[in-house]
């Protein structure tokens, strides 16, 4: 049974990084200086970042309780509460997101001039949600978090956005509400079901009958599932990463994607285990077809940008596929594997807003030789292929390893169809590098191209490192996350063991 | 003695005119006729009630709708002209400014 | 027996009248045989004792309503209907649909039952009927009198200020 | 009750209905006839003329003449009038007339000098809501009017109708208002009860009584459409007004209309105001000593009630005729301006003012 | 006497806020003869005076009554309860926001007139009633003088074809109703014999319930309540109506009469017809689908924004419909049906008359700025505006935390808590779509590039509305609490 352990700090930490950013976006409005607002938006993320360091210290990975717990009543009517802490599953969500904010602000110093302080106010705002969604825990509070980020992000995708960013904001905006108000029935479902309570940790004790399980779980796959997005309900993220600015893409490919899985995770697992064991098959196919699906639509891509949001679509193949193999080696896996892609996915849109905000253009064969122009750019491209394409010693090799493991032993067969993803992987991002840098320059325009500066340098080095540090290193992350997925794979196990057959199933699973 | 029964099947035959008169009349003038028999059939139906239930809160009713009837004949009325003054129409349908 | 007759020659000079009001082409028509339904309806109101309301109906309905009608027909010179037809073109549906609506009412009213159905027509109630209305119009219902005060103020502001020419327009 | 009782009883209320109806029919009509025969010896007379002589001894078959003359001239209907409204309009007018007629008493109850074994009331109808019904049917009365402006299809016509209808709705809000003022210092709504409710003192000589008789009588003589408010047959602008067009015995009952309606506003002003059929007295009771009076007083008392209201009946008549004679016609802006900007306060205020008086006691 | 003259004006007390409402509307009417023209804004304030006097009164007579659930008054034809309380509260503000919004539009479409102010405030007392009433006839005089105060303000701008075309669509649907209505209350009347509320609850509680002709009246009742409330399918008023109206009265028409018709809708469904609960509400079930549907759908195709937001009222007027669906599905969900519904309508009224305050804003000499088109590139030139706009769409939309979204929160949790899952799916699609419109007016205000100068109406009034506007949609948005725990304490009043 999981606790909130109260946060002993004492300084509300959780609180203060959601709320901090809230509070910049509001002094940001009285703001009327281009330059003072992005120097005001830069360090209030820096602050965020400053303050994931007491919080990365300070985490117990010993325990799967929720640390840094905050609780305190809101709606007492409705009996919803202000409940937040961090457990190893997304503590590093919560950091990443800090970094790929900052990150973001960064690479758009330069390339945001219409409007700049709307568009700081929208990225504040964007962080602020996305670490509530990633510490609530309360189920109303965690869907407030989740639909009020979709206010910054179709603002940043439609107002900073490419020519044809209308269309793609509306869509990307209509298809997340849609999932996301299924979601919110079944969250009222499961509101009165389990006796009216919001509290998360509470939900997961509960034991909800098989076949309000079954539909619960679609509802709240129907908003996950489009978030992640799983084919078939990732038509709206190429358009939308294609339009967004590069700080939306980078926000948009490291963390709002991942929620679509952390959702998972957190709720659909733990609430409805014997609906996860229904319904694992069917998403075990779904994800392997995404992975294909992902990876050859990547290959006719001609835009640099489609082409990397297809590869997104088959990398969160692998992640869901890691998470639903339903073992620790998988679910680890998966875990990982997001962060990793949030970080080379990330550094791969900062690598295309630093050659389009010099070419402005995305097309591929507008590109070509451009190696020998920009070295340092090349360098750094080169190091997110391999990272992306999962060479070992770089942050991917240990994500899909991993989840191969896991899905190995799952079933076999799901294993060597995401092996060939990632040789199909392989060749698309290598084919795309050799397109980029390789060559002769083909295109005049290309001949005088500058460098990456010493801003975009900054922004883009920790990502790099990261790359490095966890290929290299990655038992302090899944340090980090142990204690977390063991604790879920034996509540499931243990909550499921209401249903005898099922039971056993997964039992066979996760091999006991 | 008379049923009760006549009384609300007629009153209910004159509302029922009087829809039809609303639903299928151009003339606004008719169509505020149509309501005004509507208005009446209710009244039938009050005073009916009123006189076979021995109390007189039908007949206060009455008073009070035939009031309401003379305001709003008024307001309707002043509209019409306006309306009339200014586009020159009494059929609905040639209300077109608006789409309808 | 006789009441019968009468109420029968009633009902079904009301019923034509209706029929007539709703379907003459010339409005002027139309208000002439309003003017007969609300005799009629008058004459409905005696039947069942309501004297009062009876000359209500006329002063009021007859004698102030359906004259302003008359009046503003007659001013704004409408009464020549200029095209050929008078209902929209549903008209038979929505005819047909009022007389299924009707039977149906009629129907249900058979089929329910009514509380005082039984009451006799004798009139218990004492006096003239008219000094109890007032006195319970004056103290039961004397919220909504005080409303219908407003309510009438309300249609007095309205005539005057949508209709009323302004000096410079 | 047996079936042939049943038809018995059905026929002895008919013919008392039926018997007072026909009475009052026939007093109508002959006063129709010949109030107008009055009117042109009236005003001869106070013009220095003799007026019609030559129909009888100074001229009293005239009346009959001119009835010849209606019913066997031509009826004319325009040809583009609506057929219809255009005979149905001076039957209207004819039909109200004679409703409001219906309930006015002409006397207390009598048994005819004995000649009845009980007594039965003066007057067709005794209905409890009394001037409410006359209220209703002066209201409706206006309908005949505007007919026969609108159908006749004449523009003088047409005005003509829209004046007097105009003007007939004007004033009747006055005239509800005096009415009931009235009704409040009774206490009731029966004209036989207003009339009782006279008995010491006439409602002429209560504190508000002259100007609600005022208001009346002023209301009442712009309902009928005379002078000095004959605006709709203002000759001079409107030809003849809402019966320019109509000729033979519908015009002739228009003409017997308007006397009808002369009729019922005097007999209300005598039913209203001066007590009715009571007898006029002379100080009854502060020259109740002088013993001439006193037998005066008893000799006006011993005239019969339905002369006495015959009497007042023919005096307001007369007055009528006396104000065409004396006054000129109003403008038609000035007269709707008295309607709505004097009389109609005016009575408002009464009204109030007799509400208070009666709840102290004043009255 | 003087007895009974002191027991009469303790009677009265009660009724003080709807006679001051009234007071105010006719010291005003007198006062526009002595304000010159072009001070007539001085008006509106008495007005907004006396509705704050009002407010107070209303308030402290509550606090008086306070532990009271419903006082009646005149024999039952007026009830005092916090049901009528949280109501008057709600009309109030509205009656205040559309004064606020109403002062510098009125002067551009040189439609200023005193009267203009009083029929508001007749209106507002109109709804008082209805809110108060505890009689089928205070209901219906109430219901009849807010909507002839409304029919004459919606023909108010007299040389406008639109407005008078306006004014007597919406004067002859609602007298249409008005008919339908009174002819289910003389059903009920014959039925149960009094015109009483409390007294046709306990009629129907011992009645036999396969009385056709109960069915009949209720029938009635809710087809002509649909009409007020603009529900499908009698709805087809609603959009000509919005578009030919002076804009002021439109948001005013928009919230007040809609919420007034809840308010009767509560009081008739959920207490008085309570017998006939689980009828009432499949009816309203079915109702309340159709209005979101065609609400919603047909909205997305106006390039009109009063248009548009005439089709959204219909909308939500179709949320609303789903809490009083719950409201009715049975005795338990009373409370938290009721509550649902009455918190969703003060937040749509807040939201709703935000966005015409923008509405209003674009409107100036020579150009409507009623087109969607209008506002192309408002985001650009008026971030103001165009912010306060942006947070009344989403608030629309319903998209946390903007109150909104508290407000759908609490009718959909309703709809699952009363078993009817399918309506609260059915609600949550609907407004996902709804998104699709609300989105296109935010897209085409920051998104696209301005096509014009714009010189927008500013006022400190109409910035007043607005602020009020916009703070009580952030503020219920992210503490609903204490709004909640009012509106649910306030349904007592009901029982």
């Known amino acids: ?512 | 003695m008379i049923p009760l029964s006549w009384y609300v099947i007629l009153s209910a035959l004159l509302f029922t005119i009087g829809v039809v008169g609303v639903l299928t009349r151009r003339n606004v003038f008719i169509i505020l006729m149509s309501i005004e028999l509507m208005l009446n059939a209710a009244n039938i139906n009050m005073i009916a009630f009123s006189h076979y239930l021995q109390n007189l809160t039908g007949q206060i009713f009455v008073v009070f709708v035939i009031t309401v009837a003379a305001a709003e004949a008024a307001v309707a009325l002043a509209l019409i002209i306006l309306l009339v003054r200014n586009r020159g129409v009494v059929y609905v349908d040639e209300f077109n400014i608006l789409k309808g | ?169 | 009750m047996s079936e042939s009782h049943q038809l018995l009883n059905i026929a002895w209320r008919v013919l008392l209905f039926l018997v007072p109806a026909l009475a009052l029919v026939a007093f109508i009509l002959a006063n129709a006839m010949y109030l107008q025969l009055m009117e042109r010896k009236v005003l001869a007379h106070m013009q220095s003329r003799l007026g019609p002589m030559r129909t009888g001894w100074h001229g009293v078959l005239q009346p009959i003449a001119d009835a010849v003359k209606f019913l066997f001239k031509e009826d004319v209907i325009p040809a583009k009038a609506d057929k219809w409204v255009f005979s149905i309009a001076p039957l209207m007018l004819l039909i109200m007339a004679f409703g409001s007629m219906v309930i006015i008493p002409f006397g207390p109850p009598t048994d005819f000098f004995g000649i009845l074994s009980h007594k039965v009331p003066m007057l067709v109808s005794n209905l409890n809501i009394g001037v409410l019904y006359i209220l209703a049917f002066a209201s409706v009365g206006t309908y005949g009017v505007i007919m026969a402006g609108w159908a006749s299809n004449n523009k003088y016509a047409f005005m003509g109708g829209f004046r007097s209808a105009a003007q007939m709705i004007s004033y009747e809000i006055p005239m509800a208002f005096a009415i009931v003022t009235v009704v409040l210092m009774a206490g009731s709504l029966n004209l036989t009860d207003i009339v009782n409710a006279q008995q010491g003192r006439w409602f002429l000589f209560t504190p508000l009584g002259p100007v609600v008789f005022f208001l009346y009588l002023l209301a009442g003589i712009a309902e009928t459409n005379r002078v000095p408010f004959d605006l709709p047959e203002a000759e001079s602008e409107l030809v003849a007004g809402y019966f320019t067009e109509y000729s033979g015995i519908r015009f002739g009952i228009f003409y017997m209309a308007e006397y009808m309606n002369m009729m019922v506003v005097s007999l209300l002003v005598s039913i209203m105001f001066l007590g009715g059929w009571l007898p006029v007295q002379i100080f009854p009771h502060a020259l109740a000593g002088v013993a001439p009076i006193v037998w005066l007083n008893k000799a006006l008392a011993a005239i019969p009630p339905t002369l006495w209201l015959l009497a007042k009946l023919y005096f307001f008549i007369f007055f009528y005729m006396w104000l065409r004679a004396t006054l000129p016609r109003y403008r038609y802006d000035q007269l709707m301006a008295i309607s709505w900007k004097t009389l109609l306060p005016l009575s408002l205020c009464v009204l109030v003012a007799s509400a208070f008086m009666k709840q102290l006691g004043w009255i | 006497m003087p007895n009974s003259l002191h027991d009469f004006f303790q009677q009265l007390g009660p009724m003080y806020p709807e006679f001051l409402v009234i007071a105010v509307a006719l010291i005003a009417l007198v006062a526009d003869l002595v304000v010159p023209r072009g001070q007539k804004h001085l008006l509106g304030w008495l007005g907004l005076i006396g509705l704050a006097a009002a407010a107070a009164l209303t308030l402290s007579l509550a606090a008086d009554h306070a532990g009271n659930t419903q006082t009646a008054f005149f024999n039952g034809t007026f009830l005092f309860d916090p049901f009528s309380v949280f109501f008057k509260m709600v009309f109030y503000l509205s009656c205040s926001l559309g004064i606020l919004l109403s002062m510098k539009y009125l002067s551009v479409e040189d439609i200023h007139r005193g009267e203009y102010y009083s029929l508001m405030l007749f209106a507002t007392s109109g709804m008082m009633l209805m809110a108060s009433a505890g009689d089928l006839i205070t209901l219906y005089l109430g219901l009849e003088l807010m909507a002839l105060s409304i029919y004459i303000l919606a023909g108010f701008m007299r040389g406008d074809g639109r407005s008078n075309e306006a004014g007597i669509k919406y004067l002859l649907l609602g007298a249409f109703s008005s008919g339908i209505m009174l002819y289910g209350m003389s059903l009920l009347y014959g039925l149960s014999g009094t015109t009483n509320l409390n007294g046709i609850m306990t009629f129907l509680q011992s009645a036999d319930l396969t009385n056709p002709v109960i069915f009949l009246a209720m029938v009635m009742l809710i087809v002509s309540f649909g009409f007020k409330v603009a529900a499908v399918p009698f709805h087809m008023w609603v959009p000509d109506v919005y578009e030919g109206a002076p804009t002021s009265v439109t948001a005013f028409m928009s919230a007040g009469p809609k919420v007034a018709g809840f308010a009767v809708l509560l009081r008739v469904f959920v207490h008085a017809l309570a017998p006939l609960q689980g009828h009432v509400s499949a009816i309203l079930a079915v109702i309340a689908v159709l209005t979101m549907a065609v609400g919603n759908i047909m909205a997305i195709s106006q390039t009109n924004i009063k248009r548009m937001l005439a089709y959204s009222s219909i909308a939500h007027a179709g949320y609303a419909l789903v809490g009083l669906a719950a409201a009715t599905a049975n005795k338990a969900m009373m409370v938290d049906g009721s509550a649902s519904v009455m918190l969703y309508v003060l937040i749509y009224t807040v939201m709703n008359m935000g966005a015409f305050g923008v509405v209003i804003m674009l409107r100036k000499s020579g150009s409507r700025g009623e087109e969607i088109a209008d506002f192309a590139g408002l985001g650009k030139t008026n971030k103001a505006a165009a912010f306060l706009m942006l947070i009344f769409m989403f608030s629309l939309t319903g998209i946390p935390p903007l109150a909104g979204f508290m407000g759908k929160f609490y009718i959909f949790k309703s709809a699952v808590q009363a078993g009817m899952i399918w309506l609260a799916i059915l609600g949550v699609l609907f407004s996902a779509i709804s998104a699709y419109f609300y989105l296109r007016v935010i897209m085409v205000m920051w998104m696209y590039d301005p096509k014009q100068e714009f010189s927008l109406l500013r006022s400190p009034a109409l910035a007043l509305a607005l602020a009020i506007a916009v703070t009580a949609v952030i503020v219920i948005g992210v503490a609903p609490s204490s709004v909640l725990e009012i509106a649910r304490a306030s349904v007592l009043g009901l029982m």
């Open chain 1, 1 to 512: 049974m999981l606790e909130l352990m109260p946060n002993t700090l004492g300084y509300p930490l959780l609180s203060l990084l959601i709320f901090i950013p809230i509070a910049g976006a509001i002094v940001l409005l009285a703001v009327r200086n281009a330059a003072a607002a992005r120097w005001i938006a830069l360090v209030v993320s820096l602050v965020e970042i400053g303050l994931c360091i007491p919080l990365l210290a300070n985490f117990n990975s010993g325990t799967a309780n929720m640390q840094f717990g905050e609780s305190m009543s809101w709606i007492s009517d409705w009996n919803i509460n202000y409940r937040i802490g961090v457990d190893g599953i997304s503590i590093l969500f919560v950091a990443l997101t800090t970094l790929l904010t900052t990150i973001s602000i960064m690479v758009s110093w330069t390339a945001v001039q219409d409007r700049v302080r709307e568009f700081m106010v929208a990225m504040l705002f964007l962080e602020s949600a996305m670490i509530g969604v990633f510490a609530a825990l309360d189920l109303f509070l965690f869907y407030i978090f989740w639909e009020a980020m979709l206010i910054p992000m179709y603002l940043l995708i439609g107002v900073w956005g490419g020519p044809n960013r209308l269309y793609a904001a509306v869509k990307f905006f209509l298809y997340t509400l849609v999932g996301s108000v299924l979601m919110l029935v079944a969250i009222l479902a499961v509101y009165f079901t389990a006796g009216g309570t919001f509290d998360v940790l509470a939900l997961m004790n509960y034991k909800f009958g098989h076949d309000f399980q079954l539909w619960a779980f679609a509802a709240f796959f129907a908003a996950f599932a489009v978030k992640v997005p799983m084919f078939p309900f990732h038509t709206w993220l190429p358009d939308a990463h294609v339009e967004a600015p590069t700080a939306g893409s980078i926000i948009l490919a490291g963390i709002l994607i991942k929620m679509g899985a952390y959702g998972f995770l957190r709720f659909s697992l733990p609430f409805f285990p014997d609906a996860t064991i229904f319904f694992t098959p069917a998403i075990m196919i779904l994800s392997v077809v995404a992975i294909i699906y992902g990876a050859y639509m990547a290959f006719a891509q001609t835009d640099f940008k489609k082409l990397i949001a297809y590869s997104s679509v088959s990398h969160m193949g692998f992640v869901t596929l890691g998470i639903f193999a339903l073992n620790s080696q998988g679910l680890e896996g998966g875990l990982l594997q997001m962060i990793n892609h949030g970080v080379s996915t990330g550094a791969l849109f900062l690598a295309v807003g630093v050659i389009y905000e010099r070419t402005h253009t995305r097309l591929l064969a507008d590109y070509g030789g451009i190696a020998a122009k920009v070295p340092v750019y090349a360098t750094f491209l080169m190091i997110i292929t391999l990272s992306s394409i999962g060479l070992p010693g770089t942050n991917g090799f240990i994500g899909e390893f991993t989840i191969i493991l896991g899905a190995f032993k799952h079933k076999v067969i799901y294993a060597v169809i995401a092996s060939l993803g990632i040789i199909l992987g392989a060749g698309y991002m290598l084919w795309l590098y050799q397109r980029v840098a390789f060559g002769k320059v083909t295109n005049p325009h290309n001949e005088h191209l500058s460098d990456m500066n010493l801003r975009e340098v900054v922004a883009a080095l920790p990502l790099v490192i990261l790359v490095f540090a966890i290929g290299l290193y990655p038992n302090a992350a899944f340090q980090v996350m142990h204690a977390s997925t063991e604790h879920l794979i034996q509540h499931m196990q243990a909550k499921a063991q209401t249903l005898p057959a099922v039971a056993q199933a997964v039992g066979a699973l996760t091999g006991h």
């Open chain 3, 1 to 169: 027996m006789i009441n019968q007759l009468v109420f029968a020659y009633f009902a079904v000079v009301i019923l034509f009248s209706a029929i007539m009001t709703i379907s003459r082409r010339n409005p002027i028509h139309s208000v002439l045989f309003m003017l007969l339904l609300f005799f009629h309806i008058a004459g409905v109101f005696v039947l069942l004792n309501a004297e009062f309301l009876a000359a209500v109906q006329l002063i009021v309905y007859a004698g102030a309503i359906l004259i302003l009608y008359l009046f503003v027909v007659m001013l704004l010179q409408v009464d020549r209907e200029t095209k050929s037809s008078r209902a929209n073109r549903f008209w038979p549906w929505l005819t047909a649909f009022g007389v299924i609506i009707a039977t149906e009412i009629a129907l249900l009213v058979l089929r329910g039952s009514f509380p005082g159905e039984n009451g006799v027509m004798m009139r218990t109630m004492p006096g003239t009927g008219v000094k109890e209305l007032g006195i319970e119009l004056y103290s039961k219902y004397l919220v909504p009198f005080e409303i219908a005060s407003v309510l009438l103020l309300v249609g007095l502001i309205g005539a005057v200020l949508l209709a009323k020419k302004d000096a410079k327009e």
